[in-house]
């Protein structure tokens, strides 16, 4: 649980790390997003999240805020026993701005271990939003990173390496990236998993980055999944 943190005590953690450069690119970068936002990065904000604890009452507090940066910590500090798919059905129709997204459905988020995370992947990859389908991708990720016995078998993870290969030119250019993480993940997985994620990997080539004002090198997937490392690591 949490450390008995409220509203208040975050927004004085929040008000404590405010980046004024930070919040110079949000007003310039999002002019018309209602939601404010103290200009703190997403690695200061892992912090501040793991200072203020898990507690799932304060994360729907916080979540219900108009501030981006607290719906983040709010994101953060979820209890993945206490999330359910209706919650996610719900919070899923607020994540298209900024890194929400990202730090929603990828690296270490809190829905991502839930239970029902692969059922949850499997049902949103299907859907008509594509704010879903880039979720599904990035739970997807998460779920490759696995070592539980719980983990999906190895035909869970060919189906999504089929569905990207089939579907990837015709997908909306916002799931690109999330898809490409999510062959990444899959493709470190075992010899037939990369064997099969590495020749979709080089028949869609290196994926653009559009990260606002930051030029970044395109996403690599066959590099990753050639690399010395994996290859020692499969037994290539």
């Known amino acids: 649980m949490g450390g008995g943190m409220d509203q208040a005590g975050v927004l004085a953690l929040l008000e404590a790390n405010q980046n004024q450069r930070g919040i110079d690119n949000w007003q310039e970068l ?3 997003s209602p939601y404010s936002s103290f200009g703190i990065g997403l690695t ?39 999330i359910t798919a209706e919650q996610m059905e719900s919070q899923v129709e607020d994540l298209d701005f900024g890194m929400m997204v ?12 839930t239970k029902f995370i692969d ?10 939003d594509p704010v879903r389908r880039r979720c599904a991708y990035g739970f997807v990720y998460e779920l490759s990173k696995s070592i539980k016995k719980s983990a ?15 579907s990837f ?15 990444m993940g899959i493709g470190k997985r075992s010899v037939a998993l990369n064997q099969a994620a590495l020749q979709v990997a080089n028949q869609i080539g290196p994926i653009a980055v559009n990260s606002g004002k930051t030029q970044c090198d395109p996403m690599d997937i066959s590099k990753h999944l050639t690399s010395d490392y994996l290859k020692n690591k499969l037994g290539l």
């Open 119 to 128: 059922a949850m992947a499997s049902q949103w990859v299907e859907s008509d």
């Open 152 to 166: 999906p078998d190895e035909s869970y993870f060919m189906n999504f390496i089929n569905r990207i290969g089939n």
């Open 102 to 113: 990202h730090v929603y459905s990828a690296c270490g988020a809190p829905v991502a271990k």
């Open 169 to 183: 030119k015709a997908e909306d250019d916002s799931v690109h990236l999330s898809m490409g993480g999510a062959l």
């Open 30 to 32: 999002f002019p018309d």
């Open 44 to 82: 200061v904000l892992r912090k501040l999240a793991k200072q203020v604890g898990k507690d799932h009452d304060l994360a729907m507090v916080l979540w219900a805020n108009d501030c981006y940066d607290m719906k983040v910590i709010g994101i953060l500090i979820d209890d993945p026993k206490m």
